[in-house]
C-alpha cells in the first residue's frame, strides 16, 4: 500500500512525503511545508522532530533497547572493548585484525598532548571544577593543533578526530590532577586505552602504579555504555554547532558543554549526591513522596529518560559492574547501594513511576560505581564526556558526509512585541 501523509490547513491539502527508515518510526517530511503553506511546525524540546537522518545508533525506547550499528550495546559492553565501539561507531563496521592493530597504534600515538598545554593549566584556579577546564581544553584544541581544523579535507578530519580520541582523556586526567594539585601523570602507550587513563588519574610520580584489572574493565565497560545514544541534547548539540562549518574541536567542545547540565550528563553527580542526601532506607519514602509532588522541584535523579519507557539497558549492565566493583573493594554492603535498591523497588512500584513510565536509567548506578573506584563526584560528567566523545566525532563525521547537510537552523513562533516606535532616552 502506497502510504500517503497530508496536512489540512483552512481549504487548502498539502500532501507530505512519508519517509520510512529500516527500523523504527518512520518520519513525515514537513521540509517543505513552510514555502508551500507559510505555516511553521512547532514542537519545543524536539518530542515529535526528527531532526537528521542517522545510521549510528538506533534505540527501541519501548522494549529497553540500543544498539551501535546494529549490534546490541549490552553484548558489545560484555564483549567488546571501547577503543574496538571508537571504530565501529566511526568506521560503521568492527574492524578485523589488521585493521584494529594500525587503529589502536594510531590512537597511541597521538596520547600526548603539546608542552605548552601546561602553561594553559596553570592558568586556572586550583579549585576549579574538572568539567570546566577539560571543556576549556577541548576548545583549546583548535589553538593547539591548527593544521587539523580544515573540515573540507578529509585527512585533516581523520587526525583531528584520532586526536580527540587520544587527547580527551589525557586532558581529562590533567584537570584531575591539576583540581588536586597533584603532577600530571604523562599517558604510558604500554596500556590499552582505559588502563592508560586509571594511570594518569591515579598514579603519583613517588610509588609504582598497578592498574587494578577489575576497575579497568568495569571502566572500559561504562565507557561503552556511554558512547553514544543518538540524536540526545548534546550530540544535537555537536550537529547544530558543526553545521556552521566551524572547525571539528571547536564543534565537539560544545558536545562537552551540553553535556554538563544536570538533566543530562551531569545526572550521574546528582544521583550519587541524593543518594548521599536520602542517606538510609528510612528516608526513602520522605524523598519519593517529595518526587511525586507537583509543588516541589525535587525530581529522582537517575530516573526516568525521554526516550526510553522501558528499563533502560544501559542501567542493567551499570547495576551489574557496580556489584563488581563493590566486590572488588571489599563494600558489597555499601549502604548507598541499599538505598539505591531500596529506592529503585519501591519507586518500581509506585503508581505515579508506573504510570509515568519511569525507570533508572544508566546514572542511577554509574555514581556509586565510579566513587567506589576512587572517583570524586566532580569527574563523573568527565567521564562520560570521554566516552561520549566518540559518538559526537561519529555524528560529526555523518553530517560531513552527508550532501543534504545544510546550516541548522529552526524557526520560531513569535510572541513579542509587535513593531513598534522608538522613543529616545530623554522623551521616556
Ligand atoms: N522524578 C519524578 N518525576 C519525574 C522524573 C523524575 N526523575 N522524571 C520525569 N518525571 C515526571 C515529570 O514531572 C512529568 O510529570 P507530568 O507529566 O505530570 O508533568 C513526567 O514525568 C514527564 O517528565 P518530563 O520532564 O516531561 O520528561 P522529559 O522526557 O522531558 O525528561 C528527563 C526526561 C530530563 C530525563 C527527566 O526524566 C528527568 O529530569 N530525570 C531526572 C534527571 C536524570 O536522571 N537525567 C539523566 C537522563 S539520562 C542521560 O542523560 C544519560
Known amino acids: 500500500m502506497n502510504k500517503k501523509s497530508t496536512v489540512t490547513i483552512g481549504d487548502n491539502i498539502y500532501d507530505l512525503p512519508l519517509i520510512d527508515g529500516t527500523i523504527g518510526p518512520s518520519v513525515i517530511d514537513v521540509s517543505k511545508l513552510y514555502g508551500d503553506s507559510n505555516y511553521f511546525t512547532y514542537d519545543p524540546g524536539f518530542t515529535s522532530t526528527a531532526s537528521c537522518k542517522s545510521s549510528i545508533t538506533y534505540i527501541d525506547g519501548d522494549k529497553g533497547e540500543c544498539f551501535y550499528r546494529g549490534y546490541p550495546m549490552d553484548v558489545l559492553a560484555e564483549e567488546s572493548n571501547f577503543l574496538e565501539i571508537v571504530y565501529l561507531l566511526w568506521q560503521e563496521e568492527l574492524p578485523d585484525k589488521k585493521q584494529w592493530s594500525e587503529f589502536s597504534e594510531a590512537i597511541k600515538n597521538h596520547t600526548m598532548v603539546h608542552e605548552q598545554f601546561k602553561n594553559f593549566f596553570n592558568g586556572f584556579r586550583r579549585a576549579s571544577h574538572p568539567m570546566a577546564i577539560t571543556v576549556a581544553c577541548v576548545a583549546a584544541l583548535s589553538a593547539f593543533y591548527p593544521d587539523s581544523t580544515n573540515v573540507n579535507d578529509l585527512n585533516q578530519r581523520v587526525i583531528s578526530a584520532r586526536r580527540m580520541i587520544a587527547k580527551v582523556p589525557t586532558l581529562a586526567a590533567m584537570a584531575y590532577k591539576y583540581s588536586i594539585g597533584q603532577p600530571f601523570i604523562y599517558p604510558d602507550n604500554s596500556l590499552n586505552y582505559t588502563e592508560n587513563f586509571l594511570k594518569m588519574c591515579f598514579a603519583v610520580p613517588a610509588e609504582t602504579f598497578k592498574v587494578n584489572k577489575v576497575f579497568a574493565r568495569a571502566l572500559d565497560?561504562?565507557?561503552?555504555?556511554?558512547?553514544?545514544?543518538?540524536?540526545?541534547?548534546?550530540?544535537?548539540?555537536?550537529?547544530?554547532?558543526?553545521?556552521?562549518?566551524?572547525?571539528?574541536?571547536?564543534?565537539?567542545?560544545?558536545?562537552?558543554?551540553?553535556?554538563?547540565?544536570?538533566?543530562?550528563?551531569?545526572?550521574?553527580?546528582?544521583?550519587?549526591?541524593?543518594?548521599?542526601?536520602?542517606?538510609d532506607v528510612k528516608n526513602i519514602k520522605k524523598y519519593v513522596d517529595k518526587a511525586k509532588d507537583k509543588n516541589d522541584p525535587f525530581r529522582l535523579m537517575g530516573f526516568g529518560h525521554r526516550v526510553y519507557k522501558n528499563y533502560d539497558p544501559r542501567a542493567k549492565v551499570m547495576q551489574k559492574t557496580c556489584h563488581e566493583v563493590l566486590d572488588e573493594v571489599g563494600r558489597s554492603d555499601d549502604k548507598l547501594l541499599e538505598v539505591a535498591k531500596e529506592l529503585e523497588k519501591i519507586a518500581l512500584n509506585d503508581k505515579y513511576f508506573i504510570e509515568k513510565k519511569l525507570y533508572p536509567n544508566i546514572d542511577f548506578y554509574s555514581g556509586i560505581t565510579l566513587s567506589a573506584m576512587g572517583f570524586p563526584s566532580s569527574m563523573f560528567t568527565v567521564l562520560f564526556a570521554i566516552a561520549r566523545t566518540a559518538g559526537w566525532l561519529a555524528h560529526w563525521k555523518e553530517m560531513c558526509l552527508d550532501p543534504k547537510n545544510k546550516i541548522g537552523r529552526p524557526r520560531q513562533l513569535y510572541t513579542g512585541e509587535k513593531p513598534r516606535k522608538f522613543k529616545p532616552l530623554q522623551n521616556r
Open 221 to 279: 565497560k561504562i565507557f561503552i555504555l556511554h558512547a553514544d545514544h543518538e540524536q540526545n541534547a548534546s550530540t544535537s548539540t555537536v550537529r547544530l554547532a558543526a553545521s556552521s562549518g566551524v572547525n571539528p574541536f571547536a564543534s565537539i567542545s560544545t558536545g562537552f558543554t551540553s553535556l554538563w547540565g544536570p538533566l543530562h550528563g551531569g545526572a550521574n553527580e546528582a544521583a550519587l549526591n541524593m543518594l548521599k542526601t536520602i542517606g
